[in-house]
């Protein structure tokens, strides 16, 4: 972004960074390669240019494969394109954070759902088998473990702690309870009142997620509570 830009936008005290092509490719080479640098170059034009506080969206795959209840001080160990390249921007704007002084706030979402989501997602395609009436959907076996939160529910989150605390750091963005997939999938259709036979086990569990892994709360609610 050029001086002129940032200057007719105007100087913000909070920028809010949720934008991300490519996606669900994860594996894809275009996040490291494109989009990456793009969004590095795009927030460090804003912090020079004098933006009092960052926050981003990153995401749970940033812990790569490793498994259980994960909290904010393990280790990033990203397996896919896009886990890799959240995590370098991440590292970017922590090295930014030595010659420039600017709050840093990180959030690492972990399975949210709801309307607007993308076609591919499970959310998504159940709803659409739903509407059209089709007799059966084709899923895993659903016995994978996710932590699941709605994305009204992430909105509000975001909004409150981004508003609220100029300096938050690294924070899971979840529900913190262990979910299978299956459950999941059975709570939707109560609450849609539907009812179609879940064909379990046509579909592989991807290789990139470990078979059971959540995100361990405490610090974000620890935070809600003090806004």
């Given amino acids: 972004m050029d001086r002129s830009t940032l200057d007719r936008i105007g100087k913000s005290d909070v920028l809010l960074h949720l934008?991300?092509?490519?996606?669900?490719?994860?594996?894809?080479?275009?996040?490291?390669?494109?989009?990456?640098?793009?969004?590095?170059?795009?927030?460090?034009?804003?912090?020079?240019?004098?933006?009092?506080r960052v926050v981003v969206v990153g995401t749970c795959f940033e812990y790569g494969l490793q498994s259980g209840e994960l909290d904010e001080t393990a280790p990033a160990q990203p397996i896919t394109a896009y886990g890799q390249a959240k995590h370098s921007l991440h590292r970017h704007l922590l090295h930014l954070r030595e010659r420039h002084e600017f709050g840093l706030g990180w959030f690492r979402p972990f399975y949210l759902y709801g309307d607007g989501q993308a076609a591919t997602s499970l959310y998504a395609q159940l709803r659409t088998a739903i509407d059209s009436g089709s007799p059966?959907?084709?899923?895993?076996?659903?016995?994978?473990?996710?932590?699941?939160?709605?994305?009204?529910l992430a909105a509000s989150r975001i909004a409150a702690l981004a508003l609220t605390h100029a300096d938050m750091g690294t924070v899971n963005l979840c529900s913190g309870k262990p979910?299978?997939?299956?459950?999941?999938?059975r709570e939707w259709l109560q609450e849609w009142n539907a009812d179609i036979v879940l064909n379990r086990g046509v579909h592989p569990v991807p290789d990139y997620e470990p078979f059971a892994f959540w995100g361990n709360a405490r610090r974000q609610n620890a935070l809600l509570e003090s806004t």
């Fill in 179 to 185: 979910t299978r997939v299956i459950d999941i999938v």
């Fill in 19 to 52: 934008a991300w092509g490519g996606l669900p490719n994860y594996r894809s080479a275009h996040h490291l390669e494109s989009e990456m640098p793009m969004h590095a170059e795009f927030l460090e034009s804003c912090i020079i240019g004098g933006t009092d």
């Fill in 136 to 152: 059966d959907f084709d899923m895993s076996h659903g016995d994978q473990v996710r932590d699941f939160l709605p994305i009204e």
